[in-house]
């Protein structure tokens, strides 16, 4: 192993600069050439690839987003793509490639494994819903943003005794949307794991709560569940209280990374280059038990993801 080439893919998140920083200082440690790769697989095709030194990522863990840029790559799920993805790694003498990413971007690398190119994933992606990790970098900072929106939010709904409809992202995951739930103590929520709950439900909770001497109500919908605007000027018809509808949108994916997102982002990057240098491969980085482990690429994009009830049935326990 003398060549490394890394890549940030999919939907960047707060955290992926320390999985870089952690990646080039490991490698270099152990004299492995790190080659950056930018714009995810897009740059792997393009030949968009430069040497990464020491120096290059110096205090990039301060920042969000990430310093190789990302995007997602439609070129990648075809087959021309993907073979072309592996000719050039192989035109750059990468003698393996850490792709940094979300479930999308695994699913490539272990396709490009199949090839022949050894590889290994880090779980970078703010929605945790890999189901192999029990934690996937921007997660935390995510949900932190979606928090002090939501208490901010939350002042001027109180002031105007309003309805406040706040809606966090994650297309297919609630996890978001169920931590800033519970976080901040909110009084129905509405995610894409629960199918047999809808506005009807959420109108009923709300003249409840109002019932009970509750002055303002917040609720949270995840995007994948979308319609917020239309939810909050049905509620506003229903029962004659004013609601307002809030999207947070894309600055949940931004912004300074917390503690947690860099602390897991640098074990990580230094664990993939641990696995390189016992020439163990194929493998995705993990947090399982609350320590750093390795799974077999195959086995952890096959692991279905479980949705924790409990937290759904504790967020409206909570509520009033
Ligand atoms: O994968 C993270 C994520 O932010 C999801 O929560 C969201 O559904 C999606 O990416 C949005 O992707 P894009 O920025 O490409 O529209």
């Known amino acids: ?161 309003r309805v406040s409809i706040v809606e966090v992202m994650g297309r297919n995951c609630g996890n978001i949307a169920l931590w800033c739930a519970i976080a901040c103590g909110v009084d129905d929520i509405l995610i894409p794991e629960v199918t047999d709950v809808g506005e009807n439900e959420i109108i009923h909770q709300i003249l409840q709560n109002r019932a009970k001497g509750k002055k303002q109500n917040i609720i949270i919908v995840a995007e994948g569940i979308g319609g917020s605007q239309e939810l909050a000027e049905k509620i506003q018809i229903t029962t004659g209280i004013v609601s307002r509808a809030t999207i947070l949108g894309h600055i949940q994916r931004g912004g300074f990374p917390s503690a947690l997102d860099r602390f897991h982002g640098a074990n990580m990057g230094s664990f993939a280059i641990s696995l390189l240098t016992e020439n163990n491969y194929n493998k995705v980085v993990v947090v399982k038990n609350g320590k750093y482990d390795h799974i077999d690429i195959t086995e952890a994009l096959n692991q279905k993801r479980c949705f924790d009830v409990e937290l759904y049935k504790r967020v409206r326990q909570l509520s009033i």
């Open 1 to 161: 192993m003398k060549k490394i080439g890394i890549l940030t893919s999919g939907g960047d998140a707060p955290g992926m600069n320390s999985v870089i920083r952690a990646v080039v200082r490991s490698a270099l440690k152990v004299n492995f050439q790190v080659l950056g790769i930018k714009r995810g697989y897009e740059g792997l095709l393009s030949g968009d690839i430069s040497e990464l030194k020491s120096t290059d990522v110096l205090g990039i863990s301060d920042h969000g987003g990430t310093m190789l840029r990302s995007a997602r790559s439609e070129e990648m799920r075809t087959p021309d793509g993907l073979k072309r993805a592996y000719e050039m790694s192989k035109i750059f003498g990468i003698d393996a490639l850490i792709v940094i990413g979300g479930d999308g971007s695994i699913t490539g690398a272990k396709a490009l494994s199949e090839l022949g190119l050894k590889v290994i994933g880090i779980p970078a992606t703010i929605d945790l819903d890999l189901e192999c990790s029990e934690y996937t970098i921007g997660f935390d900072t995510a949900v932190n943003t979606g928090v002090e929106a939501i208490m901010k939010i939350s002042d001027t709904t109180s002031s105007h005794e």
